[in-house]
């Protein structure tokens, strides 16, 4: 999982950077009104966390048939968005999303579906102001003031992110989703042991989320812990996840180790996706 979580960001990122920015992006996704999906369930998706699809390209083609049947349908529009992004068409799901919104402008779902996609392409911005137009203020949704916490994250606005996680949390107090967000905002920071101690109560709240657990681990390992964080990575787990975990972790640590000998500051630069 950890190699998952961080394979498609760029290996001339910082590590804290590249970490981050990787889960983080997972957690923009991460807004969504009923199932979970990676880190809180996804803008428009209705997938569980970490479940693969089986066969990404025939799911694209079923999707692509569906939507353009009907190009006016939202839910067909984010079905195949999902598929786009699953297959790494990540632009291509922004200029679909961004059709059928044009012509729906005051689609909740539709809105947040394409809030999710552009904070998958990186824009962060745009990411941000669009999921404000999907938030309604007397009914606040807590998985999108979650989502645009993590934007404001990328765009190295700490200080606002962690408001609309806090306001997130007075919703859904100690919603490990929102926690782990938090957390990276801290990492982002450079406040390694309250990012630390905010991704134990993440992890607390649910052990078996993945990217939570990369996550707390990537934090130990940071501060120096290593033996720690390895543990952290492999524990209950069969034993060729457990090995691939700590050895991605391993790699993670070690591009830290070459950015300090490079004469480089802890870098923590700018990212839930959610499936």
Same mark, same amino acid.
């Given at each position: 999982?950890?190699?998952?979580?961080?394979?498609?960001?760029?290996?001339? /990122?910082?590590?804290?950077? $590249?970490?981050?920015?990787?889960?983080?992006?997972?957690?923009?996704?991460?807004?969504?009104?009923?199932?979970?999906?990676?880190?809180?369930?996804?803008?428009?998706?209705?997938?569980?966390?970490? /479940?693969?699809?089986?066969?990404? /390209?025939?799911?694209?083609?079923?999707?692509?048939?569906?939507?353009?049947?009907?190009?006016?349908?939202?839910?067909?529009?984010?079905?195949?968005?999902?598929?786009?992004?699953?297959?790494?068409?990540? @632009?291509?799901?922004?200029? $679909?999303?961004?059709?059928?919104?044009?012509?729906?402008?005051?689609?909740?779902?539709?809105?947040?579906?394409?809030?999710? !996609?552009?904070?998958?392409?990186?824009?962060?911005?745009? @990411?941000?102001? %669009?999921?404000?137009? *999907?938030?309604?203020?007397?009914? #606040?949704?807590?998985?999108?003031?979650?989502?645009?916490?993590?934007?404001?994250?990328?765009?190295?606005?700490?200080?606002? @992110?962690?408001?609309?996680?806090?306001?997130?949390?007075?919703?859904?107090?100690?919603?490990?989703?929102?926690?782990?967000?938090?957390?990276?905002?801290? $990492?982002?920071?450079?406040?390694? #042991?309250?990012?630390?101690?905010?991704?134990?109560?993440?992890?607390?709240?649910? !052990?078996?989320?993945?990217?939570?657990?990369?996550?707390?681990?990537?934090? $130990?390992?940071?501060?120096?812990? %290593?033996?720690?964080?390895?543990?952290? *990575?492999?524990?209950?787990?069969?034993? !060729?996840?457990?090995?691939?975990?700590?050895? @991605?972790?391993? /790699?993670?640590?070690?591009?830290?180790?070459?950015?300090?000998?490079?004469?480089?500051?802890?870098?923590?630069?700018?990212?839930?996706?959610?499936?």
């Amino acid at each position: 999982m950890f190699q998952k979580v961080f394979q498609r960001v760029s290996a001339a /990122r910082h590590l804290v950077g $590249v970490a981050v920015a990787a889960t983080l992006a997972m957690g923009l996704a991460g807004c969504q009104t009923s199932a979970p999906s990676d880190i809180t369930g996804s803008l428009g998706d209705n997938v569980e966390a970490g /479940r693969p699809a089986a066969d990404p /390209r025939r799911d694209l083609e079923i999707a692509h048939d569906r939507f353009k049947a009907n190009p006016k349908d939202a839910e067909a529009a984010l079905q195949y968005a999902k598929t786009l992004r699953a297959t790494g068409q990540r @632009a291509q799901a922004v200029a $679909v999303l961004e059709q059928v919104t044009l012509a729906q402008p005051g689609n909740k779902a539709l809105l947040a579906g394409y809030g999710r !996609a552009l904070a998958d392409n990186g824009n962060f911005q745009q @990411a941000f102001d %669009v999921l404000g137009r *999907a938030h309604s203020p007397d009914d #606040p949704d807590w998985r999108i003031l979650s989502a645009q916490g993590a934007a404001l994250d990328q765009l190295d606005r700490h200080e606002e @992110a962690r408001q609309y996680y806090a306001s997130a949390l007075k919703i859904v107090p100690d919603e490990p989703s929102v926690l782990s967000n938090l957390g990276l905002s801290y $990492v982002l920071s450079k406040d390694l #042991p309250m990012a630390e101690e905010t991704l134990r109560r993440a992890h607390g709240r649910d !052990a078996n989320d993945a990217r939570i657990r990369a996550n707390l681990a990537l934090v $130990v390992g940071l501060q120096g812990r %290593v033996s720690e964080a390895e543990g952290i *990575a492999k524990a209950d787990l069969p034993p !060729a996840e457990a090995t691939a975990n700590v050895a @991605a972790l391993k /790699r993670l640590l070690a591009r830290k180790d070459n950015a300090r000998a490079d004469g480089e500051k802890l870098p923590v630069a700018t990212a839930a996706r959610a499936n």
